[in-house]
Nanobody, 116 residues
C-alpha cells in the first residue's frame, strides 16, 4: 500500500507563490506517474499537472506558465510550485501516484486559498 502525505497549503495573496509537497511511502512507492489535481467548492475535480518517472511533465492550460511540477527521487517527494496565483486557483489540491500496475493512490488533500 502506498501512502501520500501532502503539505504546503495555505492562504496567499493574488500574485503570490506557494509550493506544495507530497511525500510517498510504502512498499510500492515506485511510480509511473505522479499528478496534482484540484477541486473547488461545487466543482468537479480537475487535472493540474503530471510528471512521469522519466521527468516528462504536462500541465493544464489554466496553469501553464505559472505552475511547475518536479520530483525528488531521493526524498520520494513530488512538488507543485505555484506562481502568479489567482483567486480562481483556490481549491483543495490532491496529490496522486500511479504505480506500474496502473493502480492509483491519493493523498488527503491540502487547502490553497488565494485572496486579498
Amino acid at each position: 500500500q502506498v501512502q501520500l502525505v501532502e503539505s504546503g497549503g495555505g492562504l496567499v495573496q493574488p500574485g503570490g507563490s506557494l509550493r506544495l509537497s507530497c511525500a510517498a511511502s510504502g512498499t510500492r512507492a515506485s511510480f509511473n506517474l505522479m499528478a496534482w489535481h484540484r477541486q473547488a467548492p461545487g466543482k468537479q475535480r480537475e487535472f493540474v499537472a503530471t510528471i512521469t518517472s522519466g521527468g516528462i511533465t504536462k500541465f493544464a492550460d489554466s496553469v501553464k506558465g505559472r505552475f511547475t511540477i518536479s520530483a525528488d527521487s531521493a526524498k520520494n517527494t513530488v512538488y507543485l510550485q505555484m506562481n502568479s496565483l489567482k483567486p480562481e486557483d483556490t481549491a483543495v489540491y490532491y496529490c496522486s501516484l500511479r504505480d506500474f500496475f496502473a493502480r492509483d493512490y491519493w493523498g488527503q488533500g491540502t487547502q490553497v486559498t488565494v485572496s486579498s
